[in-house]
């Protein structure tokens, strides 16, 4: 290996291991100042700030819920990291894997987990009567696993739930959106998506925000925003809008 690579993967390890330092720092601040059992918030308040994390940065938002689905199960702190790496909205993200996990962690979404050598959960008990020392030598790895309130707020926002909602607020749009997505079964441009829907008369409404007729890309932007569709060398429809497609034709058979 070159020393320019050796310099890159020690300086690579050494941000994740300030980033852990940092976070178990705050961890444990955090559980010093617990607040008060009678304090603690209800299940409703928990899935309120969760949800509002999740949704409070749009180029984010589908990468959280994608990571929260799959942490349905234990995962290791690398599989997770080499998940979120693999999203199609992840070189657009600008955050790199393990601060997205946190995220998720800090605001409820995903439970921490420290693991021994065997992989067993290290408990608190675990450490008492050592030194921290000892206690850092006990933990060999760390994990994550959705929490209850991780999901109910994946089952909330499931791509599936708002693009059903988006038709059904939006009927006289409801063709041209489902037109889009199986048009969009592969990579599309705008322009092709501009062509698709020129000359219909869905184009003739007009959006209630501003009163002026519907463009194209209102289309490409609300099947964004709802998880039906994401720019992957292209616009292309998810696999959520592509299972939703194909219930939607059973349905109709």
């Not at 304090?39 to 308040?45: K, Q, S």
């Not at 657009?92 to 995903?110: E, K, N, S």
């Not at 999901?151 to 988006?166: G, W």
Request: hydrophobic content about 35%.
């Amino acid at each position: 290996m070159s020393e320019e690579k050796i310099a890159s993967v020690e300086e690579n390890e050494l941000f994740w291991q300030r980033l852990v330092e940092e976070d178990r720092a705050a961890d444990s601040e955090a559980a010093e100042t617990k607040a008060a059992p009678g304090d603690e918030p209800t299940f409703e308040e928990a899935v309120a700030e969760l949800t509002a994390a999740v949704t409070a940065m749009p180029r984010f938002r589908e990468m959280y819920l994608k990571l929260l689905e799959f942490c349905q199960v234990r995962r290791g702190l690398e599989e997770a990291e080499r998940e979120v790496e693999g999203y199609p909205e992840f070189p657009y993200g600008a955050q790199p894997p393990y601060r997205l996990i946190r995220t998720m962690v800090d605001h409820g979404g995903l439970e921490w987990l420290e693991l021994s050598e065997d992989g067993s959960v290290v408990t608190p008990e675990d450490k008492v009567g050592m030194t921290d020392d000892e206690a850092d030598d006990l933990v060999a790895g760390f994990a994550v696993l959705r929490t209850p309130v991780g999901e109910q707020v994946c089952d909330d926002l499931a791509p599936e739930r708002r693009l059903e909602s988006l038709f059904e607020e939006q009927p006289q749009q409801t063709e041209a959106y489902l037109d889009v997505m199986d048009f969009c079964r592969k990579p599309r441009t705008y322009q092709e998506v501009r062509d698709l829907l020129q000359g219909r008369d869905v184009l003739s409404l007009t959006d209630n925000a501003d009163g002026r007729p519907l463009q194209p890309s209102f289309f490409v932007d609300m099947l964004e925003r709802s998880g039906g569709l994401v720019w992957n060398g292209g616009w292309k429809i998810t696999k959520k809008g592509e299972a939703l497609l194909s219930r939607l034709a059973k349905a109709s058979a």
